[in-house]
Protein backbone atom coordinates (compact mmCIF):
# COMPACT_ATOMS: atom_id res chain seq x y z
CA UNK A 1 0.00 0.00 0.00
CA UNK A 2 0.93 3.82 -1.20
CA UNK A 3 2.23 6.15 2.10
CA UNK A 4 -0.95 7.65 4.22
CA UNK A 5 -2.31 10.80 2.77
CA UNK A 6 -1.70 13.15 5.70
CA UNK A 7 -4.22 15.84 6.44
CA UNK A 8 -3.77 19.16 8.30
CA UNK A 9 -6.86 20.09 9.47
CA UNK A 10 -8.27 23.49 10.15
CA UNK A 11 -11.28 23.92 12.67
CA UNK A 12 -12.38 21.18 14.67
CA UNK A 13 -16.30 22.34 15.61
CA UNK A 14 -18.95 20.04 15.07
CA UNK A 15 -17.86 18.70 11.16
CA UNK A 16 -14.11 19.07 11.91
CA UNK A 17 -15.06 16.50 15.10
CA UNK A 18 -17.06 14.63 12.46
CA UNK A 19 -13.95 14.83 10.36
CA UNK A 20 -11.61 12.82 12.61
CA UNK A 21 -14.29 10.33 14.08
CA UNK A 22 -14.63 9.01 11.25
CA UNK A 23 -11.56 8.45 9.63
CA UNK A 24 -10.86 6.73 12.87
CA UNK A 25 -14.11 4.58 13.41
CA UNK A 26 -13.71 3.69 9.52
CA UNK A 27 -10.21 3.76 9.19
CA UNK A 28 -9.29 0.32 7.66
CA UNK A 29 -12.49 0.60 4.92
CA UNK A 30 -11.43 3.94 3.95
CA UNK A 31 -7.64 2.61 3.28
CA UNK A 32 -8.70 0.16 1.03
CA UNK A 33 -11.28 1.95 -0.84
CA UNK A 34 -8.64 4.84 -1.00
CA UNK A 35 -5.82 2.87 -1.69
CA UNK A 36 -3.88 4.46 0.86
CA UNK A 37 -4.32 5.31 5.04
CA UNK A 38 -5.82 8.46 5.39
CA UNK A 39 -4.22 10.18 8.89
CA UNK A 40 -4.82 13.46 10.32
CA UNK A 41 -1.40 14.56 11.27
CA UNK A 42 -1.70 18.46 12.16
CA UNK A 43 -5.18 20.24 13.38
CA UNK A 44 -5.72 23.86 14.27
CA UNK A 45 -8.75 25.31 16.50
CA UNK A 46 -9.84 27.97 18.36
CA UNK A 47 -9.71 26.04 21.56
CA UNK A 48 -7.05 23.56 22.59
CA UNK A 49 -8.53 22.88 26.06
CA UNK A 50 -11.97 21.96 25.31
CA UNK A 51 -12.77 18.63 25.47
CA UNK A 52 -14.58 17.04 21.77
CA UNK A 53 -14.11 13.38 22.57
CA UNK A 54 -11.57 12.66 20.00
CA UNK A 55 -8.33 11.14 20.43
CA UNK A 56 -5.71 13.82 19.28
CA UNK A 57 -2.70 12.73 21.59
CA UNK A 58 -0.48 11.87 18.12
CA UNK A 59 -1.60 14.74 16.05
CA UNK A 60 0.48 17.82 16.03
CA UNK A 61 -1.91 21.26 17.37
CA UNK A 62 -1.22 24.49 15.55
CA UNK A 63 -2.08 27.40 17.12
CA UNK A 64 -2.39 29.62 13.89
CA UNK A 65 -4.29 27.80 10.87
CA UNK A 66 -2.95 29.42 8.20
CA UNK A 67 0.70 27.50 9.04
CA UNK A 68 -0.86 24.25 8.46
CA UNK A 69 -0.19 24.68 4.72
CA UNK A 70 3.67 25.15 5.35
CA UNK A 71 4.12 21.42 7.23
CA UNK A 72 6.15 19.18 5.99
CA UNK A 73 3.93 16.54 7.47
CA UNK A 74 0.47 17.08 5.58
CA UNK A 75 -0.15 16.54 1.87
CA UNK A 76 -3.54 17.78 1.94
CA UNK A 77 -5.38 20.68 4.04
CA UNK A 78 -8.83 20.81 5.25
CA UNK A 79 -10.79 23.92 5.68
CA UNK A 80 -13.75 24.14 8.13
CA UNK A 81 -13.25 27.33 9.79
CA UNK A 82 -15.93 28.49 7.55
CA UNK A 83 -16.03 32.81 6.91
CA UNK A 84 -15.91 33.94 3.02
CA UNK A 85 -12.41 36.10 3.99
CA UNK A 86 -10.02 35.83 6.68
CA UNK A 87 -7.93 32.83 7.88
CA UNK A 88 -9.82 30.73 5.76
CA UNK A 89 -9.25 32.61 2.62
CA UNK A 90 -5.71 32.98 3.22
CA UNK A 91 -5.06 29.35 4.00
CA UNK A 92 -6.76 28.66 0.81
CA UNK A 93 -4.23 30.89 -1.09
CA UNK A 94 -0.95 29.72 1.50
CA UNK A 95 -1.85 25.98 0.89
CA UNK A 96 -2.20 26.05 -2.92
CA UNK A 97 0.77 28.60 -2.86
CA UNK A 98 2.30 25.83 -1.33
CA UNK A 99 1.72 23.05 -3.81
CA UNK A 100 -0.77 21.19 -2.00
CA UNK A 101 -4.37 19.88 -2.19
CA UNK A 102 -7.46 21.65 -0.34
CA UNK A 103 -10.32 20.34 0.57
CA UNK A 104 -13.70 22.76 2.04
CA UNK A 105 -16.92 22.96 3.54
CA UNK A 106 -16.44 26.87 2.68
CA UNK A 107 -19.81 28.08 0.60
CA UNK A 108 -19.16 31.37 1.44
CA UNK A 109 -15.67 31.44 0.18
CA UNK A 110 -16.01 29.69 -2.77
CA UNK A 111 -19.42 32.00 -3.46
CA UNK A 112 -16.64 34.84 -3.71
CA UNK A 113 -13.22 33.76 -4.50
CA UNK A 114 -14.44 30.32 -6.12
CA UNK A 115 -12.86 31.20 -9.09
CA UNK A 116 -9.47 32.48 -8.27
CA UNK A 117 -8.61 29.62 -6.27
CA UNK A 118 -9.73 27.24 -9.48
CA UNK A 119 -7.51 29.27 -11.30
CA UNK A 120 -4.52 28.34 -8.75
CA UNK A 121 -5.18 25.12 -8.53
CA UNK A 122 -5.87 24.50 -12.10
CA UNK A 123 -2.66 26.38 -13.31
CA UNK A 124 -0.52 24.27 -10.58
CA UNK A 125 -2.21 20.78 -11.21
CA UNK A 126 -3.51 20.67 -7.80
CA UNK A 127 -6.89 19.24 -6.51
CA UNK A 128 -9.54 21.52 -5.05
CA UNK A 129 -12.98 19.94 -3.54
CA UNK A 130 -15.79 21.03 -2.13
CA UNK A 131 -18.39 18.27 -1.51
CA UNK A 132 -19.20 19.44 1.42
CA UNK A 133 -19.88 23.11 0.94
CA UNK A 134 -22.84 22.27 -0.84
CA UNK A 135 -25.89 20.34 0.60
CA UNK A 136 -23.77 18.51 3.05
CA UNK A 137 -23.34 14.84 2.93
CA UNK A 138 -25.19 14.56 -0.67
CA UNK A 139 -22.90 14.09 -3.50
CA UNK A 140 -24.52 16.52 -5.79
CA UNK A 141 -21.03 18.22 -6.55
CA UNK A 142 -20.10 14.67 -7.89
CA UNK A 143 -23.79 14.17 -9.40
CA UNK A 144 -23.59 17.43 -11.54
CA UNK A 145 -20.02 17.39 -12.35
CA UNK A 146 -19.42 13.63 -13.03
CA UNK A 147 -22.94 11.66 -13.03
CA UNK A 148 -24.81 14.42 -15.29
CA UNK A 149 -21.39 15.71 -17.28
CA UNK A 150 -22.40 14.39 -20.30
CA UNK A 151 -25.93 16.27 -20.32
CA UNK A 152 -27.05 19.57 -20.79
CA UNK A 153 -28.39 21.09 -17.61
CA UNK A 154 -31.19 23.39 -17.66
CA UNK A 155 -32.00 24.19 -14.31
CA UNK A 156 -31.02 23.05 -11.03
CA UNK A 157 -32.89 23.68 -7.54
CA UNK A 158 -33.86 22.26 -4.12
CA UNK A 159 -33.56 23.02 -0.88
CA UNK A 160 -30.13 24.33 0.08
CA UNK A 161 -30.31 24.81 3.50
CA UNK A 162 -31.16 22.38 6.02
CA UNK A 163 -32.00 25.83 8.79
CA UNK A 164 -34.93 26.99 6.83
CA UNK A 165 -36.09 24.14 6.11
CA UNK A 166 -36.21 22.89 9.83
CA UNK A 167 -37.84 26.03 10.96
CA UNK A 168 -40.36 25.76 7.96
CA UNK A 169 -41.24 22.12 8.92
CA UNK A 170 -41.39 22.84 12.95
CA UNK A 171 -43.77 25.85 12.27
CA UNK A 172 -46.12 23.68 10.29
CA UNK A 173 -45.75 20.56 12.80
CA UNK A 174 -46.04 22.06 15.95
CA UNK A 175 -47.25 25.38 15.47
CA UNK A 176 -44.16 27.24 16.56
CA UNK A 177 -43.29 30.94 16.36
CA UNK A 178 -40.35 31.47 14.17
CA UNK A 179 -38.09 32.47 16.97
CA UNK A 180 -38.19 29.53 19.07
CA UNK A 181 -37.75 27.35 16.07
CA UNK A 182 -34.67 29.65 15.54
CA UNK A 183 -33.37 28.59 18.61
CA UNK A 184 -33.88 24.75 18.58
CA UNK A 185 -31.73 24.74 14.94
CA UNK A 186 -29.02 26.76 16.64
CA UNK A 187 -28.86 24.23 19.64
CA UNK A 188 -28.79 21.53 17.41
CA UNK A 189 -25.96 22.73 14.65
CA UNK A 190 -27.78 22.98 11.91
CA UNK A 191 -27.27 27.21 11.97
CA UNK A 192 -24.63 29.24 10.44
CA UNK A 193 -23.00 31.41 13.19
CA UNK A 194 -24.35 34.14 12.38
CA UNK A 195 -28.21 32.95 11.45
CA UNK A 196 -29.46 35.54 9.76
CA UNK A 197 -27.02 33.78 6.81
CA UNK A 198 -29.09 30.95 6.88
CA UNK A 199 -32.55 32.39 7.13
CA UNK A 200 -32.14 35.89 4.99
CA UNK A 201 -30.87 33.00 2.07
CA UNK A 202 -27.57 34.15 2.04
CA UNK A 203 -26.19 30.45 2.77
CA UNK A 204 -28.46 29.55 0.24
CA UNK A 205 -27.42 31.98 -2.33
CA UNK A 206 -24.14 31.16 -2.13
CA UNK A 207 -24.74 27.45 -2.52
CA UNK A 208 -26.70 28.01 -5.54
CA UNK A 209 -24.03 29.88 -6.94
CA UNK A 210 -21.83 26.93 -7.01
CA UNK A 211 -24.23 24.70 -8.39
CA UNK A 212 -25.16 27.37 -11.35
CA UNK A 213 -21.37 26.99 -11.91
CA UNK A 214 -21.26 23.37 -12.01
CA UNK A 215 -24.63 23.11 -13.93
CA UNK A 216 -23.94 25.85 -16.79
CA UNK A 217 -20.49 25.48 -17.35
CA UNK A 218 -21.10 29.16 -15.98
CA UNK A 219 -18.57 31.67 -14.24
CA UNK A 220 -20.03 32.29 -10.25
CA UNK A 221 -21.97 34.87 -9.94
CA UNK A 222 -22.75 35.19 -6.48
CA UNK A 223 -23.71 39.03 -6.53
CA UNK A 224 -26.26 38.07 -9.53
CA UNK A 225 -28.50 35.89 -7.30
CA UNK A 226 -31.42 37.61 -5.87
CA UNK A 227 -31.83 36.55 -2.38
CA UNK A 228 -34.81 36.46 0.07
CA UNK A 229 -35.18 34.53 3.16
CA UNK A 230 -38.11 33.41 5.38
CA UNK A 231 -38.18 36.25 7.89
CA UNK A 232 -41.16 37.30 6.50
CA UNK A 233 -42.83 33.31 6.53
CA UNK A 234 -45.70 33.65 8.93
CA UNK A 235 -47.84 30.45 10.53
CA UNK A 236 -50.94 32.21 8.35
CA UNK A 237 -49.25 31.37 5.23
CA UNK A 238 -47.94 28.09 6.25
CA UNK A 239 -51.70 27.21 7.09
CA UNK A 240 -52.75 29.05 3.79
CA UNK A 241 -50.56 27.15 1.74
CA UNK A 242 -51.82 24.27 3.14
CA UNK A 243 -55.22 24.91 2.49
CA UNK A 244 -54.42 25.47 -0.98
CA UNK A 245 -52.40 22.50 -1.90
CA UNK A 246 -48.86 23.58 -0.87
CA UNK A 247 -45.98 23.68 1.88
CA UNK A 248 -43.98 26.51 1.72
CA UNK A 249 -40.32 26.27 1.12
CA UNK A 250 -36.99 28.32 0.77
CA UNK A 251 -36.16 27.27 -2.69
CA UNK A 252 -32.63 28.09 -4.75
CA UNK A 253 -33.29 28.26 -8.45
CA UNK A 254 -31.50 29.05 -11.40
CA UNK A 255 -31.30 28.38 -14.65
CA UNK A 256 -30.53 29.20 -18.21
CA UNK A 257 -32.41 31.40 -21.14
CA UNK A 258 -31.48 32.73 -24.35
CA UNK A 259 -27.83 32.79 -22.61
CA UNK A 260 -28.78 34.23 -19.32
CA UNK A 261 -28.37 33.31 -16.22
CA UNK A 262 -31.38 33.41 -13.35
CA UNK A 263 -30.45 32.43 -9.88
CA UNK A 264 -33.01 33.47 -7.56
CA UNK A 265 -33.62 32.24 -3.20
CA UNK A 266 -36.84 32.67 -2.17
CA UNK A 267 -39.59 30.79 -0.27
CA UNK A 268 -41.94 29.08 -2.22
CA UNK A 269 -45.55 27.73 -2.46
CA UNK A 270 -44.50 23.62 -3.63
CA UNK A 271 -47.03 21.56 -4.82
CA UNK A 272 -47.54 18.84 -1.85
CA UNK A 273 -46.92 16.20 -4.41
CA UNK A 274 -43.64 17.32 -5.54
CA UNK A 275 -40.98 15.59 -3.97
CA UNK A 276 -39.66 18.68 -2.38
CA UNK A 277 -42.13 19.02 -0.34
CA UNK A 278 -41.55 15.74 1.07
CA UNK A 279 -38.06 16.89 2.02
CA UNK A 280 -38.99 17.58 5.60
CA UNK A 281 -36.62 18.73 9.09
CA UNK A 282 -33.24 19.63 8.46
CA UNK A 283 -33.34 17.90 5.03
CA UNK A 284 -31.72 18.98 1.91
CA UNK A 285 -32.61 18.51 -1.70
CA UNK A 286 -31.65 19.01 -4.99
CA UNK A 287 -33.35 19.12 -8.48
CA UNK A 288 -31.14 19.10 -11.43
CA UNK A 289 -32.91 18.65 -15.26
CA UNK A 290 -30.40 16.82 -17.79
CA UNK A 291 -31.50 16.90 -21.40
CA UNK A 292 -30.71 13.19 -21.62
CA UNK A 293 -31.10 11.73 -18.32
CA UNK A 294 -34.05 13.79 -17.32
CA UNK A 295 -35.14 15.03 -13.73
CA UNK A 296 -32.96 13.63 -11.14
CA UNK A 297 -33.43 14.29 -7.06
CA UNK A 298 -30.53 14.04 -4.79
CA UNK A 299 -32.00 14.26 -1.09
CA UNK A 300 -30.30 13.52 2.36
CA UNK A 301 -28.82 15.66 5.10
CA UNK A 302 -27.67 18.93 4.35
CA UNK A 303 -25.59 19.57 7.42
CA UNK A 304 -24.39 18.16 10.58
CA UNK A 305 -21.37 16.69 12.03
CA UNK A 306 -21.88 13.08 10.11
CA UNK A 307 -23.27 13.70 6.53
CA UNK A 308 -20.55 16.86 6.07
CA UNK A 309 -17.95 14.99 7.41
CA UNK A 310 -19.36 12.03 5.04
CA UNK A 311 -18.37 14.44 2.49
CA UNK A 312 -14.86 15.71 3.53
CA UNK A 313 -13.64 12.71 3.60
CA UNK A 314 -15.35 10.98 0.04
CA UNK A 315 -13.02 14.50 -1.30
CA UNK A 316 -10.05 13.08 0.92
CA UNK A 317 -10.46 9.47 -0.76
CA UNK A 318 -10.64 10.85 -3.99
CA UNK A 319 -7.67 12.76 -3.47
CA UNK A 320 -5.66 9.95 -2.54
CA UNK A 321 -6.91 7.81 -5.46
CA UNK A 322 -5.31 10.56 -7.84
CA UNK A 323 -8.94 11.87 -8.85
CA UNK A 324 -8.06 15.37 -10.46
CA UNK A 325 -10.50 16.53 -12.07
CA UNK A 326 -11.11 20.36 -13.28
CA UNK A 327 -12.97 22.71 -10.06
CA UNK A 328 -15.82 23.67 -11.41
CA UNK A 329 -16.25 20.71 -13.90
CA UNK A 330 -14.53 22.04 -16.99
CA UNK A 331 -11.17 24.39 -16.72
CA UNK A 332 -12.08 27.69 -15.26
CA UNK A 333 -10.65 30.10 -18.54
CA UNK A 334 -13.60 27.81 -20.32
CA UNK A 335 -16.59 28.83 -17.89
CA UNK A 336 -19.04 31.43 -19.65
CA UNK A 337 -19.87 34.58 -18.66
CA UNK A 338 -23.81 34.67 -18.21
CA UNK A 339 -25.30 37.78 -18.05
CA UNK A 340 -27.92 37.65 -15.34
CA UNK A 341 -31.61 37.46 -16.34
CA UNK A 342 -34.06 40.07 -15.63
CA UNK A 343 -35.71 37.87 -12.07
CA UNK A 344 -38.95 40.75 -12.92
CA UNK A 345 -39.19 38.71 -16.26
CA UNK A 346 -40.19 35.98 -14.82
CA UNK A 347 -43.87 34.75 -15.76
CA UNK A 348 -45.61 32.55 -12.83
CA UNK A 349 -48.21 31.88 -10.85
CA UNK A 350 -48.19 34.17 -7.41
CA UNK A 351 -49.64 33.81 -3.72
CA UNK A 352 -50.31 37.19 -2.31
CA UNK A 353 -51.12 38.30 1.46
CA UNK A 354 -52.57 41.10 2.42
CA UNK A 355 -53.46 42.53 5.51
CA UNK A 356 -56.50 44.91 5.66
CA UNK A 357 -59.37 46.86 7.16
CA UNK A 358 -62.06 44.62 7.30
CA UNK A 359 -64.67 47.28 5.28
CA UNK A 360 -66.92 47.77 2.60
CA UNK A 361 -64.83 47.85 -0.54
CA UNK A 362 -61.78 46.58 0.28
CA UNK A 363 -61.53 43.25 -1.71
CA UNK A 364 -62.90 45.67 -4.42
CA UNK A 365 -59.41 47.76 -4.08
CA UNK A 366 -57.54 44.89 -3.98
CA UNK A 367 -58.67 43.02 -7.31
CA UNK A 368 -58.62 46.70 -9.06
CA UNK A 369 -54.98 46.64 -8.85
CA UNK A 370 -54.65 43.51 -10.60
CA UNK A 371 -57.25 44.11 -12.98
CA UNK A 372 -55.62 47.03 -13.70
CA UNK A 373 -51.84 45.28 -14.47
CA UNK A 374 -53.61 42.90 -16.42
CA UNK A 375 -53.09 39.93 -13.33
CA UNK A 376 -55.60 37.48 -12.87
CA UNK A 377 -56.91 35.69 -9.79
CA UNK A 378 -56.79 32.20 -9.96
CA UNK A 379 -58.19 31.68 -6.23
CA UNK A 380 -59.29 33.95 -3.32
CA UNK A 381 -59.68 33.29 0.64
CA UNK A 382 -60.79 35.75 2.94
CA UNK A 383 -60.23 34.40 6.54
CA UNK A 384 -59.04 34.83 9.84
CA UNK A 385 -57.33 38.14 10.99
CA UNK A 386 -54.21 39.54 11.52
CA UNK A 387 -52.60 40.01 15.25
CA UNK A 388 -54.16 43.57 15.05
CA UNK A 389 -57.85 42.39 14.13
CA UNK A 390 -57.53 43.70 10.89
CA UNK A 391 -58.63 41.54 8.04
CA UNK A 392 -56.21 38.57 6.02
CA UNK A 393 -56.78 38.57 2.07
CA UNK A 394 -54.80 35.46 0.11
CA UNK A 395 -55.15 34.93 -3.39
CA UNK A 396 -53.49 33.61 -5.99
CA UNK A 397 -53.08 34.30 -9.41
CA UNK A 398 -53.11 32.88 -12.51
CA UNK A 399 -50.06 33.19 -14.65
CA UNK A 400 -48.32 36.83 -14.69
CA UNK A 401 -45.32 38.44 -15.62
CA UNK A 402 -43.71 39.15 -12.28
CA UNK A 403 -43.41 42.90 -13.43
CA UNK A 404 -47.10 42.98 -13.93
CA UNK A 405 -47.70 41.87 -10.37
CA UNK A 406 -45.76 43.51 -8.66
CA UNK A 407 -46.79 46.75 -9.91
CA UNK A 408 -50.80 45.47 -8.64
CA UNK A 409 -49.09 44.84 -5.41
CA UNK A 410 -47.42 48.44 -5.47
CA UNK A 411 -50.66 49.79 -6.11
CA UNK A 412 -52.24 48.05 -3.26
CA UNK A 413 -49.81 49.06 -0.90
CA UNK A 414 -50.13 52.36 -1.51
CA UNK A 415 -53.65 52.34 -0.68
CA UNK A 416 -54.76 53.38 3.24
CA UNK A 417 -56.93 49.97 3.28
CA UNK A 418 -53.92 47.94 3.27
CA UNK A 419 -52.63 48.08 6.98
CA UNK A 420 -49.24 45.91 6.36
CA UNK A 421 -46.55 44.99 4.09
CA UNK A 422 -48.31 43.11 1.36
CA UNK A 423 -46.73 39.89 0.69
CA UNK A 424 -45.54 37.78 -2.41
CA UNK A 425 -44.17 34.34 -2.81
CA UNK A 426 -43.42 32.57 -6.01
CA UNK A 427 -45.37 29.43 -6.67
CA UNK A 428 -43.47 26.30 -7.63
CA UNK A 429 -44.98 24.62 -11.12
CA UNK A 430 -42.02 22.44 -12.26
N1 LIG B 1 -26.29 26.38 7.94
C1 LIG B 1 -26.26 25.41 6.91
C2 LIG B 1 -27.65 24.80 6.79
C3 LIG B 1 -25.24 24.35 7.24
O1 LIG B 1 -28.49 25.04 7.66
O2 LIG B 1 -27.91 24.12 5.84
C4 LIG B 1 -24.80 23.54 6.06
O3 LIG B 1 -24.24 24.32 5.07
Redesign the pocket.
Request: glycine residues 18%; hydrophobic residues 25%.
Given at each position: MMEPLRIGLAGLGTVGGGVVRLLADNADLIARRAGRAIVVTAVSARDRNRDRGIDLSATAWMDDATELAARDDVDVVVELIGGSDGPALTLARRTLAAGKAFVTAN?AMLAHHGLELAGVAEARGLALRYEAAVA?GIPVIKGLSEGMTANRIGRVYGL?????NYILTRMENERLDFDVVLAEAQAAG???TDPSF?IDGI?TAHKLSILAALAFGARIDFGAVATEGIRAVELADIDHAATLGFRIKLVGLAETAAGHLFQRVHPALVPLDHPLAAAGG?L?AVVAEGDFVGRLLFQGR??GDGP?ASAVVADLVDIARGNNSHVFGMPVADLAALPPADTASRHGRYYLRLTVADRPGVLAELTAALRDHGVSIESLIQRGHAANGDALVVMVTHGAGEARVLAALAQMAASDAVTGAPVMMHILDL
Open positions: KGLNGTCYAEDDANGAT
